[in-house]
């Protein structure tokens, strides 16, 4: 069947079987493999991304369900030129090894960080609870939350003083 | 960075490789697409142990997309051998291994048929239906039951389930230092069973080129090319040239990444019978019934001191679980990896260790981060802090006054190793200091008797790493070599290419080798690539594990790269009419010492090596150097762990509160690495003591089949990681490195269960439990304990 869905900005339709995941879309019928799959029981949150701004586990989500939504991937947040704050702070805290969850992770926090700003050590590990990384222990990866926070804080302050 | 003063060895620096890994723009195997490609789906036994008396391929034939069915028969007519071992030990037992299975199935997830369609949809639906008949056979789960009288036999060239017998060590000189003991503790521990999960999913995509005869696989690797090897040599008998390896982005490995997995030759066989691309991406549940799974030891240990606490012996008696069927390690991982690390840091005059090695109805066990040594820590370190216990000593000054001192490396063990080098006290002071001991000791006597206990677990590991060389392994039984490579090209441009055969999945060498390097050229490390994991572009090598990227790899790597500054220093002083003993390579410019003026930039020489238009008389044209390293000896990091856990005694909740760590890995390339490293492995090793557990039923039915019943470590049950180190230089390889990528979890497992079993101790004299320490088993020892001691509430309330 037919389904239209926003993905980073962009209208894409595609004809899909009814039962094709959001991630399996996402992966194989656009071609974004920056989403990943890591289990098959909604656990790990590789796949995460933004459904109209929520951050979703894509593998939870039928694509049919995402008809006529928005969709944000990690290709969609920044680029290599232009980072998100995350992946820089990611990059900076070397908060990723063999990368393979960070997407993922990325996309988690970003949405902690736009429902709080400040948030402390407990509040990230709490908030990040359902994104499994095997190699960095996590460590880094509060590290990293909190170097994005800073910077995000820092540059709404610049803002708020520019306008 | 023309001026080169500081060195980028040593430098925190941040990664090359992140700029893609954080844009979503890396490229893990399952992100390959290619033309015309079909999706495998593996059928998979769900009996532990069972004969195939049927499979009938019509039963799915027809379903939609599907396109061809692959029995054991079908893998066996196409000409495919079984998965051989790569470590033979003297008369080892070896049941044959085949890619597809032949009649019988030995564990639930051994690959009974494949299915291939269009879609992987399609592929798994087909999967799921396909009709087999199976006779259900009597199967058995656990290494010393299937060591029992009539047990089932698993397979009928394996009797009585023994696939080896193995010691080491002077049993003689260990009964003597028995006798003369002043105290004995004994304990029986089982290490158990855990499996890698990696993030990533195995996945492989093969294509078979009718016109050159070629073979591609791309798959998740950690050492292209022993893939390559075992696949054409061993299992498709095809040559060797014919089949190119690409590992590509790998999404961790711990080791399970190593092994020649079934999946492989089936996806090859099957492009090549099919005539198109096939791929196969395992799901999560997949992995956990076949990838290769870690430990599964029952010990008992005895350790015997003399009245001043010094010991005098170590006793081990070991079964190894080694699973269905022996797979590439398999043999050396409870053998050479753990038999010889049983000294540990201690001056034991004797130890002795007699391990049986045990095939069951479960999933095949081998390397899993640490491969031997962590489980030899665990037995140690339990062991000795049993004995501090027993001895009223303080567990950190009971190790004390028993390390090997540093005068008097190198250090022969009656284990067979000859440690390098090391200094064992500064770590373990450094640790205390860090974690406050005094103070947490005093918390702890605080604490006694609330309804929180406090524990306190140090422990001092030493790790064998820098895996090769390749003469001693042979002896031992390696079907290999272990030495490393290394190609640098310099182009003409000046820019540089390197290319090993280490293989990153994590570990950061595309920031590592070029740190090295752009030292060793000094240039800026912007115009230099690290190259890796492709067979088909780098010279042979033999991949990452045992943490030998940096002192086998990065070894090979710094002699290429002294090739290469030889070489620019005779064209330089060719090009500056100079004799080559009056040129300096310093500040990144070839330079006339005493003639200020006078020098050649690396690119100048990088240039004219190419251009040919003048070069000193008889040398050959380009830039470009191959070393092969092979190592004299191991590499012995170590170090001390302190772990700090907060029990519950209402709910027997174990919280991992503190954790601190100083190692020793010899200098550090890239701090900020190599401490990422650390983190990881603490927190895989501490899953594996509060959390992790491979747990089969009596029959082998698996019971932590999904993340929904393993439980990983997640972000908010650990707490940040204190971690500082020490640098003892290894003597042997020319960066003086050691290894780092396996120390946390060969510690911090152990560094876990003490301090949850020293909190019991002070709470309750419980002298050991078994892992993991789940809340339940923790409540019910507390709560049986106090009632033995009378002290419990009543008994019924
Ligand atoms: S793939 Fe979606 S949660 Fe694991
Ligand atoms: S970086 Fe490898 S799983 Fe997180």
Same mark, same amino acid.
């Given at each position: 069947m037919n389904v239209t869905v926003t993905v980073n900005g962009k209208a894409h339709t595609r004809d899909v079987e009814p039962r094709t995941l959001l991630v399996h879309f996402l992966r194989e019928n656009l071609g974004l493999t920056g989403t990943h799959v890591g289990c098959d029981t909604s656990q790990c949150g590789a796949c995460t991304v933004h459904l109209n701004g929520e951050a979703v586990k894509s593998c939870t989500v039928l694509a049919v369900q995402a008809g006529g939504m928005e969709v944000t991937t990690i290709e969609g947040i920044g680029t290599a030129a232009d980072l998100h704050p995350l992946q820089a702070g990611f990059w900076e805290k070397h908060g990723l090894q063999c990368g393979f969850c960070t997407p993922g992770m990325i996309m988690s926090a970003a949405e902690l960080l736009r429902h709080d700003p400040d948030p402390s050590e407990a509040t990230i590990r709490h908030h990040l609870e359902g994104n499994y990384c095997r190699c960095t222990g996590y460590h880094n990866i509060v590290l990293a939350v909190q170097h994005a926070a800073a910077a995000m804080r820092e540059r709404e302050a610049g803002q708020a003083a520019d306008d | 960075m023309t001026d080169r003063t500081e060195k980028y060895m040593g430098q925190a620096l941040k990664r090359k490789e992140d700029p893609r890994f954080i844009t979503g723009a890396g490229q893990y195997t399952d992100d390959f697409v290619l033309p015309g490609m079909l999706h495998a789906a593996m059928v998979r036994s769900p009996y532990a142990h069972a004969r195939i008396t049927g499979i009938d391929k019509s039963s799915v034939e027809e379903m939609p997309g599907v396109v061809a069915v692959l029995t054991g028969e079908d893998v066996a007519a196409a000409g495919a051998g079984p998965i051989p071992v790569g470590w033979l030990l003297p008369d080892l037992k070896v049941p044959p291994h085949h890619a597809v299975a032949q009649g019988e199935v030995n564990h639930v997830g051994d690959i009974v048929a494949v299915v291939v369609a269009e879609t992987r949809a399609q592929a798994e639906d087909a999967a799921a239906l396909l009709a087999v008949d199976y006779d259900a056979l009597p199967s058995v789960a656990l290494g010393s039951a299937a060591l029992e009288e009539g047990a089932p036999q698993v397979h009928d060239d394996v009797p009585g389930n023994v696939a080896f017998r193995w010691?080491?060590?002077?049993?003689?000189?260990?009964?003597?230092?028995?006798?003369?003991?002043?105290?004995?503790?004994?304990?029986?521990?089982?290490?158990?069973?855990?499996?890698?999960?990696?993030?990533?999913?195995?996945?492989?995509?093969?294509?078979?080129?009718?016109?050159?005869?070629?073979?591609?696989?791309?798959?998740?690797?950690?050492? &292209? /090319?022993?893939? !390559?090897?075992?696949?054409?040599?061993?299992?498709?008998?095809?040559?060797?040239?014919?089949?190119?390896?690409?590992?590509p982005d790998v999404g961790g490995g711990f080791g399970s990444k190593i092994f020649q997995y079934q999946e492989e030759v089936v996806?090859?066989?099957?492009?090549?019978?099919?005539? +198109?691309?096939?791929?196969?991406?395992?799901? =999560?549940?997949?992995?956990?019934?076949?990838?290769?799974?870690?430990?599964? /030891?029952?010990?008992?240990?005895?350790?015997? $001191?003399?009245?001043?606490? =010094?010991?005098?012996?170590?006793?081990?008696?070991? $079964?190894?679980?080694?699973?269905?069927?022996? %797979?590439?390690?398999?043999?050396?991982? @409870?053998?050479?990896?753990?038999?010889?690390?049983?000294?540990?840091?201690?001056?034991?005059?004797?130890?002795?260790?007699? $391990? *049986?090695?045990?095939? %069951?109805? *479960?999933?095949?066990?081998?390397?899993?981060?640490?491969?031997? =040594?962590?489980?030899?820590?665990?037995?140690?370190? =339990?062991?000795?802090?049993?004995?501090? /216990?027993?001895?009223?000593?303080? @567990?950190?000054?009971?190790?004390?006054?028993?390390?090997?001192?540093?005068?008097?490396?190198?250090?022969?063990?009656?284990?067979?190793?000859?440690?390098?080098?090391?200094?064992?006290? &500064?770590?373990?002071?450094m640790a205390l200091d860090m974690m406050k001991y005094r103070e947490l000791r005093a918390e702890q006597e605080r604490m006694k008797g609330t309804n929180k206990i406090l524990g306190v677990g140090v422990i001092s590991y030493l790790e064998?790493?820098?895996?090769?060389?390749?003469?001693?392994?042979?002896?031992?039984?390696?079907?290999?070599?272990?030495?490393?490579?290394?190609?640098?090209?310099?182009? @003409?441009?000046?820019?540089?290419?390197?290319? *090993?055969?280490?293989?990153?999945?994590?570990?950061?060498?595309?920031?590592?080798?070029?740190?090295?390097?752009?030292?060793?050229?000094?240039?800026?490390?912007?115009?230099?690539?690290?190259?890796?994991?492709?067979?088909? !572009?780098?010279?042979y090598g033999?991949?990452?594990?045992?943490?030998?990227?940096?002192?086998?790899?990065?070894?090979?790597?710094?002699?290429?790269?002294?090739?290469?500054?030889?070489?620019? +220093?005779?064209?330089?002083?060719?090009?500056?009419?100079?004799?080559?003993?009056?040129?300096?390579?310093?500040?990144? $410019?070839?330079?006339?010492?005493?003639?200020?003026?006078?020098?050649?930039?690396?690119?100048?020489?990088?240039?004219?090596?190419?251009?040919?238009?003048?070069?000193?008389?008889?040398?050959?044209?380009?830039?470009?150097? %191959?070393?092969?390293?092979?190592? +004299?000896?191991?590499?012995? &990091?170590?170090?001390?762990?302190?772990a700090v856990v907060e029990i519950d005694t209402d709910t027997g909740v174990v919280k991992l509160r503190d954790y601190g760590c100083v190692d020793d890995c010899g200098p550090l390339i890239n701090p900020l690495i190599a401490e990422g490293q650390v983190h990881g492995g603490i927190a895989q090793g501490a899953g594996q003591a509060l959390w992790e557990d491979a747990a089969y039923d009596e029959e082998g039915n698996f019971l932590a089949g999904t993340f929904m019943e393993y439980a990983v470590p997640r972000?908010?049950?650990?707490?940040?990681?204190?971690?500082?180190?020490?640098?003892?230089?290894? &003597?042997?390889?020319?960066?003086?490195?050691?290894?780092?990528?396996?120390?946390? %979890?060969?510690?911090s497992t152990a560094a876990v269960a003490n301090a949850v079993m020293d909190a019991l101790w002070h709470e309750c004299r419980i002298a050991h439990l078994d892992m993991p320490y789940t809340s339940e088993k923790v409540w019910r020892a507390i709560r049986e304990a106090r009632q033995g001691a009378g002290m419990g509430q009543a008994a019924d309330d």
């Amino acid at each position: 069947m037919n389904v239209t869905v926003t993905v980073n900005g962009k209208a894409h339709t595609r004809d899909v079987e009814p039962r094709t995941l959001l991630v399996h879309f996402l992966r194989e019928n656009l071609g974004l493999t920056g989403t990943h799959v890591g289990c098959d029981t909604s656990q790990c949150g590789a796949c995460t991304v933004h459904l109209n701004g929520e951050a979703v586990k894509s593998c939870t989500v039928l694509a049919v369900q995402a008809g006529g939504m928005e969709v944000t991937t990690i290709e969609g947040i920044g680029t290599a030129a232009d980072l998100h704050p995350l992946q820089a702070g990611f990059w900076e805290k070397h908060g990723l090894q063999c990368g393979f969850c960070t997407p993922g992770m990325i996309m988690s926090a970003a949405e902690l960080l736009r429902h709080d700003p400040d948030p402390s050590e407990a509040t990230i590990r709490h908030h990040l609870e359902g994104n499994y990384c095997r190699c960095t222990g996590y460590h880094n990866i509060v590290l990293a939350v909190q170097h994005a926070a800073a910077a995000m804080r820092e540059r709404e302050a610049g803002q708020a003083a520019d306008d | 960075m023309t001026d080169r003063t500081e060195k980028y060895m040593g430098q925190a620096l941040k990664r090359k490789e992140d700029p893609r890994f954080i844009t979503g723009a890396g490229q893990y195997t399952d992100d390959f697409v290619l033309p015309g490609m079909l999706h495998a789906a593996m059928v998979r036994s769900p009996y532990a142990h069972a004969r195939i008396t049927g499979i009938d391929k019509s039963s799915v034939e027809e379903m939609p997309g599907v396109v061809a069915v692959l029995t054991g028969e079908d893998v066996a007519a196409a000409g495919a051998g079984p998965i051989p071992v790569g470590w033979l030990l003297p008369d080892l037992k070896v049941p044959p291994h085949h890619a597809v299975a032949q009649g019988e199935v030995n564990h639930v997830g051994d690959i009974v048929a494949v299915v291939v369609a269009e879609t992987r949809a399609q592929a798994e639906d087909a999967a799921a239906l396909l009709a087999v008949d199976y006779d259900a056979l009597p199967s058995v789960a656990l290494g010393s039951a299937a060591l029992e009288e009539g047990a089932p036999q698993v397979h009928d060239d394996v009797p009585g389930n023994v696939a080896f017998r193995w010691e080491i060590g002077d049993e003689a000189a260990l009964n003597e230092a028995f006798n003369r003991a002043h105290k004995t503790v004994k304990v029986k521990l089982r290490n158990h069973r855990l499996v890698p999960n990696a993030i990533e999913p195995r996945a492989s995509l093969a294509q078979f080129s009718p016109a050159s005869g070629e073979y591609l696989l791309y798959t998740t690797s950690q050492n &292209p /090319h022993i893939h !390559r090897l075992i696949l054409a040599a061993f299992v498709l008998n095809i040559p060797e040239h014919k089949l190119r390896v690409i590992s590509p982005d790998v999404g961790g490995g711990f080791g399970s990444k190593i092994f020649q997995y079934q999946e492989e030759v089936v996806v090859l066989l099957a492009a090549r019978l099919l005539g +198109k691309p096939i791929k196969w991406a395992a799901r =999560r549940s997949e992995s956990f019934v076949s990838d290769m799974q870690g430990r599964d /030891h029952e010990s008992e240990a005895e350790l015997a $001191v003399d009245a001043d606490g =010094r010991m005098l012996g170590l006793r081990v008696n070991t $079964v190894a679980n080694l699973g269905a069927y022996l %797979t590439l390690f398999a043999p050396a991982v @409870p053998t050479y990896l753990y038999g010889t690390l049983l000294n540990g840091v201690y001056k034991f005059p004797a130890v002795h260790a007699k $391990v *049986t090695g045990v095939v %069951t109805n *479960t999933v095949p066990v081998d390397a899993y981060r640490g491969a031997g =040594r962590p489980e030899a820590t665990y037995l140690i370190e =339990r062991t000795v802090d049993v004995m501090a /216990h027993e001895l009223g000593m303080d @567990p950190a000054e009971f190790r004390r006054i028993n390390f090997i001192q540093p005068d008097e490396f190198p250090y022969q063990t009656p284990v067979a190793l000859v440690y390098d080098s090391g200094n064992y006290e &500064p770590a373990l002071d450094m640790a205390l200091d860090m974690m406050k001991y005094r103070e947490l000791r005093a918390e702890q006597e605080r604490m006694k008797g609330t309804n929180k206990i406090l524990g306190v677990g140090v422990i001092s590991y030493l790790e064998a790493c820098g895996l090769a060389p390749s003469a001693l392994v042979g002896q031992l039984g390696a079907q290999a070599g272990q030495w490393e490579s290394s190609l640098v090209r310099v182009h @003409p441009t000046g820019k540089v290419e390197l290319y *090993t055969g280490s293989h990153s999945h994590g570990q950061g060498h595309e920031t590592a080798f070029p740190q090295i390097a752009a030292d060793e050229l000094q240039i800026p490390i912007e115009d230099i690539d690290l190259i890796h994991g492709d067979t088909g !572009r780098m010279p042979y090598g033999w991949g990452t594990y045992g943490s030998r990227s940096a002192a086998v790899g990065g070894s090979a790597l710094k002699m290429a790269l002294q090739k290469i500054t030889a070489k620019a +220093k005779k064209i330089a002083a060719h090009l500056l009419e100079a004799s080559e003993e009056d040129i300096e390579h310093e500040g990144g $410019v070839f330079r006339v010492r005493g003639a200020p003026g006078q020098q050649k930039t690396f690119f100048d020489v990088a240039l004219m090596a190419h251009l040919a238009h003048s070069l000193p008389d008889g040398m050959e044209p380009g830039l470009e150097a %191959t070393a092969f390293y092979d190592p +004299k000896n191991f590499v012995y &990091p170590f170090g001390t762990h302190v772990a700090v856990v907060e029990i519950d005694t209402d709910t027997g909740v174990v919280k991992l509160r503190d954790y601190g760590c100083v190692d020793d890995c010899g200098p550090l390339i890239n701090p900020l690495i190599a401490e990422g490293q650390v983190h990881g492995g603490i927190a895989q090793g501490a899953g594996q003591a509060l959390w992790e557990d491979a747990a089969y039923d009596e029959e082998g039915n698996f019971l932590a089949g999904t993340f929904m019943e393993y439980a990983v470590p997640r972000a908010d049950d650990l707490p940040n990681f204190q971690t500082d180190h020490t640098v003892t230089p290894s &003597p042997h390889n020319p960066l003086g490195v050691k290894g780092i990528g396996e120390a946390g %979890t060969i510690a911090s497992t152990a560094a876990v269960a003490n301090a949850v079993m020293d909190a019991l101790w002070h709470e309750c004299r419980i002298a050991h439990l078994d892992m993991p320490y789940t809340s339940e088993k923790v409540w019910r020892a507390i709560r049986e304990a106090r009632q033995g001691a009378g002290m419990g509430q009543a008994a019924d309330d």
